[in-house]
């Protein structure tokens, strides 16, 4: 079960999704707490090089109803040395898919989620053309709790 898990949270981290998880933990302080359920996004096609630049990113804030079981740290120490980097690739694993898990047992009880949304702004080019410039975000956001 762990090499399959791993599989999966690997690919999944790979995915834009999980960029716009931490784009949205980056910039919305009310998501602090809650599960992030990505709806869609798009990123910025001119800031290739910076991984969370996104022209929007839309989704909802879920309670965490269900809190993750991580392993003991002792099943990753083989004789007296910890496997910090395995350890920590599993609790964010197991983390992910108790999100995926709690959000889909919420949705299918109906119960709605904080919904967000967040653009992006992009400023007109500095006169300079050695200095880009990053987007501003403002958040948009409806039924608050």
């Avoid at 981290?13 to 599960?35: D, I, N, P, T």
Wanted: contains cysteine; proline residues 2%; charged residues 35%.
């Amino acid at each position: 079960m762990d090499d399959e898990l791993l599989k999966k949270y690997l690919e999944y981290a790979k995915s834009e999704e999980s960029l716009a998880v931490l784009f949205v933990k980056k910039h919305l302080a009310q998501a602090k707490g809650h599960w992030i359920d990505i709806v869609d996004c798009q990123r910025y096609e001119m800031y290739s090089d910076e991984l969370l630049h996104f022209r929007f990113v839309l989704g909802g804030l879920y309670k965490r109803k269900i809190q993750p079981q991580y392993p003991s740290k002792s099943i990753y120490t083989i004789d007296g040395k910890f496997d910090e980097r395995r350890y920590y690739l599993m609790v964010r694993a197991i983390t992910w898919e108790t999100a995926h898990r709690d959000i889909e047992q919420q949705k299918s009880k109906n119960i709605a989620s904080r919904k967000f949304k967040i653009t992006g702004i992009r400023y007109a080019k500095n006169k300079s053309k050695s200095k880009k410039r990053s987007p501003k975000y403002v958040m948009i956001h409806y039924n608050h709790e």
